[in-house]
């Protein structure tokens, strides 16, 4: 393998790539958990698509965020592509069924009014946010502990990523999501349902603290030592920002039982990029660090240099990421915006849920609707579509 000498283009790719997954895991990972914990929190049909319209709007632009990452990291470092994904074939492909039963269950529960017909595409949804937030924590603690490298890249296939270190880290991280889109739920709802994700949050907070904590450990001492997991990066930076993620979800938890539920969300979201940024600190200076063996005789994992495009497709990379990518925050953050309201479970002689106002009164109609315009109809005979920002 040809190793080049770095350059601050192919470190910055790298570190974009980073925030592109922390980016997706934060977005995503509140979507995974409304799906997981809506069966927990629901006491009828109409809490479950109450907890569905909570992330309707959203959901589907959230996942541009994964297909960014991806093609980012293909057109960048097509190296670091290669040797991953063709090794970990099977575990990319459970992930995108995972995501596509998902993303037809939201689209597909509403076309029929049968209670068989709409549990089993609520199943789908529980099933498909499970399977991918296991597989995403799996993946991401073995980037962080290394993979077992040979000349050809990583080979294990599926098998090799589900050691026990691996699997503590995906439950960790699927209660991590669950914690998350708990604290979501509680700022996006009110009445009884506001109430019992405030009270699951709490529980399944303190569960994710715990876990994320012993895999942090874990990994520092009988995985990959944290002192000089990289030669370019003292090992501190990735420990410190691993137990200021520890501390923030902690602090999350006290906050959601003091039902300071927006000060909880932007604590778990922080969490999520602090442990993304500590994985990217274990790997740096490589893309893929090696647990054992290696690519080639001397080097502990593929380095960004030897993975990185030419300079001229990083800078023109550079160039358009820069000039599209405030339009597309922009119109993302818009779309939060629209639809920031509360949805409320309506008054027992209506049979759709309202749009509640910023202090949680009742509104006229949805945001941006005219005065006296109906409220969203969600419920009534054979339920309608999901919105999906439409």
């Known amino acids: 393998m040809q190793v080049t000498t770095i350059t601050g283009l192919s470190v910055t790719w790298f570190a974009l790539i980073g925030l592109l997954w922390a980016g997706y895991l934060v977005l995503e990972g509140f979507d995974f958990g409304v799906s997981m914990v809506a069966p927990l929190v629901s006491r009828d049909d109409l809490d479950r698509r109450l907890c569905l319209n909570a992330i309707g709007p959203v959901w589907d632009g959230n996942e541009v965020w994964l297909l960014v990452a991806g093609g980012a990291t293909f057109a960048a470092f097509p190296l670091w592509y290669a040797k991953l994904f063709s090794g970990a074939y ?190 990217w600190g274990c790997m740096y200076p490589m893309t893929i660090a090696a647990s054992s063996g290696g690519v080639a005789p001397g080097l502990p994992g593929i380095p960004i240099a030897a993975a990185a495009s030419q300079p001229y497709t990083l800078t023109v990379m550079t160039v358009v990421a820069g000039i599209f990518t405030p339009f597309v925050l922009a119109y993302q953050g818009w779309t939060y915006w629209v639809f920031r309201q509360r949805l409320t479970r309506p008054p027992a002689s209506r049979t759709a849920p309202q749009w509640a106002s910023r202090g949680g009164g009742p509104s006229d109609g949805p945001p941006g609707a005219p005065a006296g315009a109906a409220s969203p109809r969600v419920a009534q005979g054979p339920p309608a579509p999901l919105a999906h920002g439409r």
Not at 146 to 158: D, E, H, I, K, S
């Open 90 to 279: 099977l575990a990319l492909f459970l992930v995108l069924l995972a995501l596509i039963v998902r993303g037809v269950s939201f689209e597909f529960r509403g076309k029929l009014g049968g209670v068989t017909w709409r549990r089993a595409w609520d199943a789908a949804n529980v099933g498909g946010s499970l399977v991918a937030a296991l597989i995403w924590g799996v993946a991401f603690t073995n980037f962080a502990h290394g993979l077992p490298l040979t000349p050809n890249g990583y080979t294990g296939g599926l098998f090799g990523l589900l050691h026990p270190l691996a699997v503590v880290g995906g439950l960790a991280a699927l209660l991590v999501f669950a914690f998350h889109g708990s604290v979501f739920l509680a700022l996006k709802t009110d009445g009884d349902l506001r109430v019992r994700a405030r009270r699951l949050a709490v529980s399944v907070g303190a569960g994710a603290t715990l876990l994320t904590a012993a895999t942090v450990v874990w990994l520092g001492t009988g995985g990959r030592p944290w002192a000089g997991i990289s030669p370019a990066l003292p090992g501190a930076v990735p420990l410190g920002f691993a137990m200021t993620a520890v501390l923030l979800l902690a602090l999350g938890v006290t906050l959601i039982s003091r039902r300071h539920e927006g000060w909880a969300f932007g604590a778990t979201a922080l969490a999520i990029l602090l442990l993304v940024g500590a994985v």
